[in-house]
């Protein structure tokens, strides 16, 4: 995964793919500490622990989280296609700003719209995750 993302928003990510493979304590700390954005002690006044009971498990998290992605790239995998559907989209929108579309078959044009019919299934089915 590219190491300019934001810590936060690596985190997320992987949370989004990985928060089955945490303890619900952990998956708590870190909901809590990254998403709610409670502070180590807030978190540890919620759930009755000591602060660096707080920080163990979130660093458990993460470890658990960045280790895994790095075995498997599921992340990395998914924002790459991310990345190539919005390039797809973007060819497709500029094909149909074309004063040349006029020009194209209906097979064509048909297929044009199937191709953006798949890319929206896909987006959708990623945003339901």
Known sequence: MD???DKKVKIGLLFSFYR????????????LY?????????ISEHLGITRQGVRDNIKRAEHTMFDTEERLGLAA??????E???KIDD???EIEHSPNI???SDDIKHKIN????????????????
């Open 3 to 5: 190491k300019s993302v």
């Open 20 to 31: 089955n493979m945490l303890t619900d304590r952990q998956i708590e700390c870190i909901d």
């Open 34 to 42: 990254y998403n709610e954005d409670l502070s180590l002690a807030e």
């Open 77 to 82: 995998r998914f924002l790459c296609i991310s």
């Open 84 to 86: 190539k559907l919005e």
């Open 91 to 93: 060819i497709i929108s």
């Open 102 to 104: 006029r020009t194209l």
């Open 114 to 129: 199937n191709i953006l019919m798949i890319i929206r299934e896909i987006n959708s089915d990623e945003q339901t995750r």
